[in-house]
Antibody, heavy 120, light 110 residues
Framework: QLQLQESGPGLVKPSETLSLTCTVS??????????WGWIRQPPGKGLEWVGI???????YYNPSLKRRVTISVDTSKIQCSLKLTSVTAADTAIYYC????????????WGQGTLVTVSS | QSALTQPASVSGSPGQSLTISCTGT?????????VSWYQQHPGKAPKVMIY???KRPSGVSNRFSGSKSGNTASLTISGLQAEDEADYYC??????????FGTGTKVTVL
């Protein structure tokens, strides 16, 4: 059974860089059929698509975050990472890692999510 | 890219059917049959219920069904059960390798 686990600092200072890692177990991260993505959810609010990346191709980002976000896949570590620069309080959210099926266009496996708070 | 529009809340009694709408534009829902629906219980990660507009992943109850008309996609829950009480989000492909979520709907079972 595929499992995804997010990890990283729970507290980030304003203007700094948010860095999270998603470790994948129970399956391959190198399949061309799947992308690996991040979705975030501010406390008490809705879901926001952040972006997706595959191990071999171009990443795709939410246009509203594109200047600040980088998503990458490390096949040697079986991890997907998220970096978001110049964070503000508006970036406070639960960040979910998820696998995206390129064949059927949906997120089929999700991590449990990790809360990141932006505060000084 | 703006979020797809969903009603903030809908409610129904056990056994009844209810429908959640997801309104987009001709640039997303109206053009692509790539709408997925996610169920999220409090404190939990979302779970896919419908993909490609009307297809159910293995293990999802056939009480859940999806459809589309014009720029609006819909999720129908029939035979409403207490366990269906959750937040529901639609998600659509919006072209140019971008996806957008809906605003979310809280379903209450009375």
């Amino acid at each position: 059974q595929l499992q995804l686990q997010e990890s990283g600092p729970g507290l980030v200072k304003p203007s700094e860089t948010l860095s999270l890692t998603c470790t994948v177990s129970g399956g391959s991260i190198s399949s061309s059929t799947y992308f690996w993505g991040w979705i975030r959810q501010p406390p008490g609010k809705g879901l926001e698509w952040v972006g997706i990346a595959s191990y071999s191709g171009t990443p795709y980002y939410n246009p509203s975050l594109k200047r600040r976000v980088t998503i990458s896949v490390d096949t040697s570590k079986i991890q997907c990472s998220l970096k978001l620069t110049s964070v503000t309080a508006a970036d406070t959210a639960i960040y979910y890692c998820a696998r995206f099926s390129d064949d059927s266009d949906y997120f089929d496996y999700w991590g449990q999510g990790t809360l990141v708070t932006v505060s000084s | 890219q703006s979020a797809l529009t969903q009603p903030a809340s809908v409610s129904g009694s056990p056994g009844q059917s209810l429908t959640i709408s997801c309104t987009g534009t001709s640039s997303d829902v109206g053009t692509y049959n790539l709408v997925s629906w996610y169920q999220q219980h409090p404190g939990k990660a979302p779970k896919v219920m419908i993909y490609e507009g009307s297809k159910r992943p293995s293990g999802v109850s056939n009480r859940f069904s999806g459809s589309k008309s014009g720029n609006t996609a819909s999720l129908t829950i029939s035979g409403l059960q207490a366990e269906d009480e959750a937040d529901y989000y639609c998600c659509s492909y919006a072209g140019s390798s971008i996806w957008v979520f809906g605003t979310g709907t809280k379903v209450t079972v009375l």
